[in-house]
Nanobody
Framework: EVQLVESGGGLVQAGGSLRLSCTASGFPFEDYAIGWFRQAPGKEREAVSWLNIADDNTQYADSVKGRFTISSDNAKNTVYLRMTRLKSEDTAVYYC?????????????????WGQGTQVTVSS
């Protein structure tokens, strides 16, 4: 069974930090890239960051570059998103997703598997 499980969301004050986790199972982890997306109510799902497991290449949305860091612990089949200097506009449900065979990391339809999401709320 393919599964991606996000955790680590919660309520944080503006300027604070959170670390999200995405734990994968049921597919060859190192053959995939993992993306983080977020979606606020009434808005489209947007790409936040991306990590190719095999070579550690990363991508970041302009809105989070310099504040968020994506990383992995391959022994745990887990990808992390460290979020710092959080802003109210970072409030959203955050999802992780897995893709293979594409470099179009911002396109949600390129991803094969999705997690259930975890809520991040930043108070101002």
């Amino acid at each position: 069974e393919v599964q991606l499980v996000e955790s680590g969301g919660g309520l944080v004050q503006a300027g604070g930090s959170l670390r999200l986790s995405c734990t994968a199972s049921g597919f060859p982890f190192e053959d995939y890239a993992i993306g983080w997306f977020r979606q606020a109510p009434g808005k489209e799902r947007e790409a936040v960051s991306w990590l190719n497991i095999a070579d550690d290449n990363t991508q970041y949305a302009d809105s989070v570059k310099g504040r968020f860091t994506i990383s992995s612990d391959n022994a745990k089949n887990t990808v992390y998103l460290r979020m710092t200097r959080l802003k109210s506009e970072d409030t959203a449900v955050y999802y992780c997703a897995a893709m293979t065979g594409s470099t179009e990391w911002k396109r949600a339809d390129e991803y094969d598997h999705w997690g259930q999401g975890t809520q991040v709320t930043v108070s101002s």
